[in-house]
């Protein structure tokens, strides 16, 4: 169905009319805590420059900027664009056949546009975690009066309480966001129904103009939003989709964490500014910015952070347990055998068989192998990682180490032992050396012992790994992320 000949459409700082094939953009004499529309010299700048920038994305849709004359004298301005047909719009073909096809294309369009952008200084002061902290907190403070009314005061108390905890362990992860040249400038405003999926290609329209620093940044803070608005309308998979999509076509690796982070940064945006539609009586708009505000939240929950200590006596399955753990989660894997073998200087599949605290195996070596664990842990959290750490975790006081270590750098500890019948255990463990393609150098006599001298670890939630390997990774999960397993 064509769209009809003359329309209009609005937004809580512009109003667009549209005639034919044509579409008038007018921005609204306001002024708000963001910008600054008021007078109509305000008013013909900001329609240059968002003539200017949008160029950059669709330089075939932004036409220029015209003069409404009254009298003779020069009343406002519009922006004059091409206007597209709606049936393209992407939040449209959320709903049809095309949509894996048009988010995979879009996908590609906005990492062609970051690669094109080069690292920006200016970028890359706004995208230290310093500032963004700040960004946060002058949102938390704009959305101080809708507490209580459009939202929930206490939602947003926790929001702002894990926005803090995220970013106080992070400097390491924002230090080389910048330092890898992922500050740049970008959109700042990616919505699904600004985007116009045609033959040639996709349109991506309405740039963030009006403040060219909330347009810099992290690449990723600039994709979150529009990950933010897929999830909202077509689900977690599709918008999971697309940042795997644009980071296929980017070449670029990003944090989940940081990635959950950002969307949660951006779904609090669009919480506050359904909170100033609302106030402009915006039909459905205090019921979107609960919806918005609740995403946030959900986002900061999953970007938290988690060392996972994965333990138990040899052949109870901790390793196989650790390993699929690390497989359905996407959590970094680190194994005490091989961290064990790095520091000897031995290769990973090379044995040396020793007696209980012999050789290799000696207590100060044993010390060397723990601490180097949680150093390359603590490093990999700061950087935005989660981390299953597979070791037999048997002494108390490399556990408050690991503790310790979590605290440091604002992370969350999810402690796990694996208990097995020491017979059965006995028996895995003399498959394993049969077969001789496992790193560990453990046998059933040293087994015994060790689960005979392991200090209690009442901290630990126990797994019984007498069930399948698919089994106690479901009830693993649901200890580490909260999600309930299936059975």
Same mark, same amino acid.
């Given at each position: ?267 609090? @945006? ?73 520091? @000897? ?134 200890? @580490? ?7």
């Amino acid at each position: 169905m064509s769209d009809p000949y003359a329309a209009i459409a609005e937004t809580h700082i512009s109003t667009v009319f549209f005639a034919g094939d044509r579409a008038y953009k007018m921005l609204k004499a306001v002024r708000t805590g963001f910008l600054d529309h008021s007078t109509v010299e305000q008013r013909a700048r900001a329609c240059r420059r968002e003539v200017e920038v949008n160029r950059r994305f669709a330089p075939d849709v932004y036409l220029g900027v015209s003069e409404i004359r009254e009298n003779d004298r020069v009343a406002d301005y519009v922006i004059v664009m091409r206007r597209q047909p709606s049936d393209r719009r992407l939040s449209s073909l959320l709903l049809t056949a095309e949509r894996d096809d048009a988010v995979r294309q879009v996908a590609r369009a906005v990492a062609t546009f970051h690669a094109a952008q080069p690292p920006d200084p200016r970028a890359g002061e706004l995208a230290s975690r310093d500032a963004l902290a700040a960004l946060w907190h002058h949102n938390f403070t704009e959305m101080e009066s809708f507490a209580g009314g459009f939202l929930d005061a206490d939602v947003l108390s926790e929001i702002r309480s894990l926005t803090d905890n995220y970013l106080a362990g992070r400097g390491p992860l924002f230090s080389s966001r910048i330092a890898n040249g992922f500050a740049r400038d970008g959109h700042g405003d990616l919505l699904a129904d600004d985007i116009f999926c045609l033959l040639d290609g996709p349109r991506v329209l309405d740039c963030l103009a009006f403040d060219d620093d909330l347009r810099l940044g992290d690449v990723l803070l600039d994709v979150a939003f529009l990950v933010m608005d897929l999830e909202r309308q077509a689900g977690t998979e599709v918008a999971h989709r697309f940042l795997r999509w644009y980071e296929e076509f980017s070449n670029e690796h990003h944090p989940r964490s940081l990635a959950d982070h950002y969307v949660a940064y951006r779904a609090l @945006v669009r919480a506050k500014i359904n909170c100033l539609r609302a106030e402009q009586g915006s039909e459905g708009a205090a019921s979107d910015a609960a919806v918005l505000l609740a995403m946030s939240r959900a986002h900061l929950r999953s970007a938290v952070p988690r060392l996972v200590l994965v333990g138990g006596a040899p052949g109870t399955g901790k390793s196989t347990t650790a390993r699929g753990l690390s497989a359905a989660t996407g959590y970094l894997l680190l194994t005490s055998d091989e961290v064990r073998k790095d520091l @000897v200087g031995i290769s990973h599949d090379q044995h040396a068989f020793a007696g209980l605290g012999e050789g290799i195996y000696v207590p100060s070596t044993s010390d060397r192998v723990y601490r180097e664990l949680l150093a390359r842990a603590q490093l990999l959290l700061g950087l935005g990682e989660s981390v299953v750490i597979d070791a037999s975790w048997t002494t108390a006081q490399s556990r408050v180490a690991a503790r310790d270590t979590a605290t440091n750098v604002h992370a969350e500890l999810v402690e796990l032992r694996c208990v097995l019948d020491p017979d059965v255990a006995a028996g895995r463990i003399e498959r394993r050396l049969a077969m001789g393609n496992d790193t560990s150098d453990a046998t059933p006599e040293i087994a015994r012992r060790l689960a005979a001298a392991a200090a209690p670890w009442p901290e630990a939630e126990l797994l019984d790994t007498s069930q399948t390997p698919d089994a106690v990774v479901l009830r693993a999960r649901a200890a @580490v992320t909260g999600v309930p397993s299936l059975e």
